[in-house]
């Protein structure tokens, strides 16, 4: 749910990102996404915006949505692993 400059300053490994203004429309054409029974881990950058979207997501029929408290800022700061995606180059 990290807008997307804040994916690009990094990111859980292997995470999809919607931008919470755009999760309903872009949801549907991940293919990551069509399983609605399947698990969804949710987090933006403190958790205000992951759980707002957890609550829509399940309103929209998915059905194991979690929210992660504390949000990247706190996966950050406990070292944890990140990616982030690597430049485009023109050359």
Not at 35 to 59: E, M, P
């Amino acid at each position: 749910m990290r807008e997307y400059d804040e994916y690009a300053a990094g990111h859980l490994p292997g995470a999809i990102n919607i931008p919470r203004g755009v999760l309903e429309f872009k949801i549907g054409m991940v293919p990551e996404c069509a399983n609605k029974g399947g698990a969804f881990l949710i987090y933006c950058r403190t958790s205000g915006r992951a759980a707002l979207s957890a609550v829509q997501l399940d309103k929209i029929g998915y059905a194991d949505v979690i929210s992660m408290a504390g949000g990247f800022e706190q996966w950050n700061a406990e070292g944890r692993p990140t990616e982030r995606p690597e430049p485009i180059s023109f050359e």
